[in-house]
Each structure stands twice: as C-alpha cells, then as structure tokens.
T-cell receptor, first 112, second 112 residues
Framework: SQQGEEDPQALSIQEGENATMNCSYKTSINNLQWYRQNSGRGLVHLILIRSNEREKHSGRLRVTLDTSKKSSSLLITASRAADTASYFCATDVLDSSYKLIFGSGTRLLVRP | ETGVTQSPTHLIKTRGQQVTLRCSSQSGHNTVSWYQQALGQGPQFIFQYYREEENGRGNFPPRFSGLQFPNYSSELNVNALELDDSALYLC???????????FGPGTRLLVL
C-alpha cells in the first residue's frame, strides 16, 4: 500500500512560474525523499530531508517538512520545460529497514 | 546517470511463464532493493538484499524471489506470471547505512 498521498495529482504551469507539490504520509519516518521520473524511466534522487530538519534547499528546489502534520512540500522555482516529469515523495520509515514507501506522484507539465 | 544498470530494458512474456530480471550496482553498493511500478502509480517495495541475504520484504507473494551475488549484482525472478505483473521493475542500490538509494532505468515487463 502507498504511504503517501500527493497533491495535486497533476499540475500544468507556464515556464518561469513556481511549482509546488505536497505530500502527506502516515507513519513516523527517518527521512523523506523526493524523486523525479521522466516518461516512465528510472527515478532520479532530488533531495533528502531528515525528520529533525524543517527546510532544505538545493538549487531551485526547496523542501519543507512538518512532522507534526506528517506532510512535506516541494517547491521548484523558475520552472523550465525540462522540469516536466512526475515527482514522487518517498518516506524511509522508522523501522531500520531502509525501504522506501512512495506516494502516487504529481505529474508536472511546464509549458514553454 | 546513477551507475546502476538493468537488463533487459523491455520484455514480453505470456501468462504462466517465468522471468528473470537483472541489476548491476555501483561499486561498493552492497544493498539492493527491488520495486514494482504499475502504470500511473508510485513504486512499491518488493524486497531488499544485503550481502546476499534477504533482509526485508514487502507485500508480494513467494513467486517473487531474488538473489544477490558476491559482486552485489542482483536478480529478480517471477514465477507463474500473471497479467497484473505487467509493470516497470526498478532496482535501487546503496552503500550500507547510507540513506540515498540510486535507481536503475528499469525493466518494462508486459505479460500477455
């Protein structure tokens, strides 16, 4: 079963705009990770935020984590057409197994 | 590029057949996990191998089995294929105790 729910399921924006995706999860976690997937290919790791962190930046990406609400958000600033992809959050649950539990993803379309 | 390779890239089988998928990891990555991703869904954890032993399993039946070899490459075997086994199969590797997993490009399996 999926741990996370992502919102929205699909997002269409103009190049240059910001894109925000949200993720909610159910159980306690070690960390939460965001991945990108182009056209049903392999997953590319974007950013990892640990349970004791509240915000993290990497280039045009900003991730927040609210463990009290069991939610995270991914912000992509100044989007480009090349950012068009599916984005998944994945939680590394607190059972020392290191398995990732993925959400159902947000499909982002950036129009040129 | 993550340095993780999978073969074959595509495969077509018929119901009841058996299939073997392969994954080669980056040097030093002694842990490998396999995921199944149905169309339009997030990946689901199948199982994980660490130093040739299975040390975690998701909600998949025993006809899904695996192997990890001394060089840390891995196989996923699926017996008695069913139509619902049609999916993208992803392997992910990492170093022991590291949180980031590196995904291969996947094998797309179609069961007719």
């Amino acid at each position: 079963s999926q741990q996370g729910e992502e919102d929205p399921q699909a997002l269409s924006i103009q190049e240059g705009e910001n894109a925000t995706m949200n993720c909610s999860y159910k159980t306690s976690i070690n960390n939460l990770q965001w991945y990108r997937q182009n056209s049903g290919r392999g997953l590319v790791h974007l950013i990892l935020i640990r349970s004791n962190e509240r915000e993290k930046h990497s280039g045009r990406l900003r991730v927040t984590l609210d463990t009290s609400k069991k939610s995270s958000s991914l912000l992509i600033t100044a989007s480009r057409a090349a950012d068009t992809a599916s984005y998944f959050c994945a939680t590394d649950v607190l059972d020392s197994s290191y398995k990732l539990i993925f959400g159902s993803g947000t499909r982002l379309l950036v129009r040129p | 590029e993550t340095g993780v390779t999978q073969s074959p890239t595509h495969l077509i089988k018929t119901r009841g057949q058996q299939v073997t998928l392969r994954c080669s990891s980056q040097s030093g990555h002694n842990t490998v996990s396999w995921y199944q991703q149905a169309l339009g869904q997030g990946p689901q954890f199948i199982f994980q191998y660490y130093r040739e032993e299975e040390n975690g399993r998701g909600n998949f039946p025993p006809r899904f089995s695996g192997l990890q070899f001394p060089n840390y490459s891995s196989e996923l075997n699926v017996n008695a294929l069913e139509l619902d086994d049609s999916a993208l199969y992803l392997c992910a590797t990492r170093q022991d105790l590291q949180e980031t997993q590196y995904f291969g490009p996947g094998t797309r399996l179609l069961v007719l």
